[in-house]
Structure formats: structure tokens, C-alpha cells
């Protein structure tokens, strides 16, 4: 059984730093690409940074590039994603999601098969 869990939201101050993990069992962490979502209150879902574990290939939207990193430790299982500094319409329900890694560099939620829960992210003074 493929199994995604999310940890690691929290409230933070605006400029202030957050680190995601993202665990992964049950599937070939190698064959895989790992994607960060987040979704704001009233908002769709939307992608922000996805790896390649693969390659160690990365993508990240305009909006978190410069700002946020994603990365990998294979043989934990486990992807971070460190979040720098931080603004308040960052917050939202952060989620992390699996798919095969052929599609490695979409931002589409419908293009992933599996999900973690979300994990809640908080920025404000």
C-alpha cells in the first residue's frame, strides 16, 4: 500500500523558515516523482515544486522559486521541502504527492496518483 505522510507546518512570522518532510513507503522511491501542493482557504490546489527522484531534476513555480528548496534523501524515503523566507499568502494546507517519474515536472494535481495528508502552514505576525 503506497503511504505518503506529511509533517512539519506549523505558525511562523513573516520572513520566518519552515522545513516540510514528506515520508514515503509502500512504492520504488527511485521511480518516482514527488510534488508539493498547497491549497489556501476559497483556493484550487496548486503545485509549487516537484523532484524527479530519478534524476534529482527540480521545478518550482514562479511564485516560491529563490524562496523555497526541494530535496531528497533516497534512502529515507523522505523529501523536504525548506521554505525561506516566508509571507503571508503562503499560508495554506500543504500537501505531498507521488507519480510515476515520466511525469516528473507537472504542477497538475489530477496528474498524481497518490496523496499524503496535508499539513497546515501558517504565516503571520
Known amino acids: 500500500e503506497v503511504q505518503l505522510q506529511a509533517s512539519g507546518g506549523g505558525l511562523v512570522q513573516p520572513g520566518g523558515s519552515l522545513r516540510l518532510s514528506c515520508v514515503g513507503s509502500g512504492f520504488t522511491f527511485d521511480d518516482y516523482a514527488i510534488g508539493w501542493f498547497r491549497q489556501a482557504p476559497g483556493k484550487a490546489r496548486e503545485g509549487i515544486s516537484n523532484i524527479d527522484l530519478s534524476t534529482g531534476n527540480k521545478y518550482y513555480v514562479n511564485s516560491v522559486k529563490d524562496r523555497f528548496t526541494i530535496s531528497s534523501d533516497n534512502a529515507k524515503n523522505t523529501v523536504y521541502l525548506q521554505m525561506n523566507s516566508l509571507k503571508p499568502e503562503d499560508t495554506a494546507v500543504y500537501y505531498c504527492?507521488?507519480?510515476?517519474?515520466?511525469?516528473?515536472?507537472?504542477?497538475?494535481?489530477?496528474?498524481?496518483?497518490?496523496w499524503g495528508q496535508g499539513t497546515q502552514v501558517t504565516v503571520s505576525s
Open positions: 504527492a507521488a507519480v510515476l517519474a515520466e511525469y516528473a515536472g507537472s504542477y497538475s494535481p489530477a496528474t498524481y496518483d497518490y
